[in-house]
């Protein structure tokens, strides 16, 4: 899936078309042509705000909009969205990236209007010398102040996030969790939490803004670029799973 990824998505789909119109255009001007512009354009295009926005809005499920909505949670389950290595600012070695930062943030919020208790989950994708959920616990206690009950430092995919997750969980019998990430992410790791036996209350964070107005609308930018990826490559993984659902087994 991830070579899938890496040919399919951006920048690695545009640099190919653009290889490919080239080496055509000597015998077939017009797909050689059409092959660059694809490329090229293609490229320019996703890195716009309408097209970023776009992508990203139809992913996202509605916001929270109040406490009441959590009713019936018995915990707070925030994902781990990356890291920045060897970053000195805190003296922790890496640091949360800020995807996970604002991940915690929220959850941070949420802790404080309902009281649940926090399960922060992220391991090591490159034999890191610590798990993300230590960096994650260590920036909800020291920066935001509030305390962390569980954590789970093995998980290397959402769906290990979400099976991890619901085995500490259901030591304690606790079924239903507010699930707390991107809200371009949010759906896709529902889906794994639901299938890992729990109860989801989705708790997005990081909705995609409404692009300016005006030129500034269509003013490319490497941002936007990285958040229609983003975008793409959930829906690829969409596309992917209602695919394995319809082969026979």
Known sequence: MALLETLLLP??????????GGLLWPRHHLLGGLAVVLGLGGLMLLATP??????????????????????????????????????????????????????LAYGAYLHRQ???PILVSGGRLNDEPSA????????????????VRWYEGRSRTT?????YSAELLGEEGI???????????????????ERAGLEVIAAPTEFASA?????????????HLHQSSRALREWLGRAARRLQARLPR
Do not use: C, K
């Not at 206690?141 to 305390?147: A, D, K, M």
């Not at 991107?182 to 759906?187: D, E, G, I, K, S």
């Not at 692009?211 to 941002?223: F, Q």
């Open 114 to 116: 309902t009281e649940l």
């Open 159 to 163: 769906a290990e996030n979400a099976r």
């Open 11 to 20: 920048p690695t789909v545009n640099a190919l078309l653009t290889l490919v």
């Open 175 to 193: 079924r239903r969790v507010a699930l707390v990430s991107q809200a371009w992410h949010l759906p896709r790791a529902r889906v794994a939490f």
């Open 50 to 103: 309408v097209a970023s926005h776009t992508l990203r809005q139809d992913l996202e499920p509605p916001a929270l909009r109040t406490a009441e909505e959590l009713r019936g949670a018995e915990a707070i389950v925030i994902l781990g969205g990356g890291r920045d290595q060897d970053s000195p600012e805190f003296g922790w070695g890496d640091a949360p990236s800020n995807a996970s930062w604002r991940r």
């Open 132 to 147: 993300e959920a230590s960096l994650m616990a260590a920036a909800l206690e020291e920066v935001f102040e509030v305390p």
């Open 211 to 223: 692009p300016p107005e005006g030129l500034a609308a269509w003013r490319p930018s490497a941002y």
